[in-house]
């Protein structure tokens, strides 16, 4: 019932900054949890960064923590993932997932039921 929509994605230089947005369809009231993977090129996909309902938990991949902020604003129905001081190795696809079922690790893709299409992020050097 829940669609997921990223934007934001783009060319940035090494050390630059991007800001990426993930809307959903209809109402959060029963999503719990939201979070970013990504896919490098040829390589699995990772996970990046989770947020819960509240905001105050968050959680990120040791690669990314102290560069990558993510934020929720249940109103908008809309989550955010600021990334800062971007590397090569950021280069990649980068997906929005929600969870509505109230339960699973938040770092795990088998934590979530919902997946937007992903969006590409190309960080030249």
């Known amino acids: 019932q829940v669609q997921l929509v990223e934007s934001g994605g783009g060319l940035v230089q090494a050390g630059g900054s991007l800001r990426l947005s993930c809307a959903a369809s209809?109402?959060?009231?029963?999503?719990?949890?939201m979070g970013w993977f990504r896919r490098a090129p040829g390589k699995e996909r990772e996970f990046v960064a989770a947020?819960?309902?509240?905001?105050?938990?968050?959680y990120y991949a040791d690669s990314v923590k102290g560069r990558f902020t993510i934020s929720r604003d249940n109103a908008k129905n809309t989550v955010y993932l600021q990334m800062n001081s971007l590397k090569p190795e950021d280069t990649a696809v980068y997906y929005c997932?929600?969870?509505?079922?109230?339960?699973?690790?938040?770092?795990?893709?088998?934590?979530?039921?919902?997946w937007g299409q992903g969006t590409q992020v190309t960080i030249s050097s």
């Open positions: 997932a929600a969870n509505s079922l109230g339960y699973g690790s938040s770092w795990l893709e088998s934590g979530y039921d919902y």
């Open positions: 209809r109402g959060t009231f029963s999503i719990y949890a």
């Open positions: 947020i819960g309902w509240s905001s105050t938990n968050t």
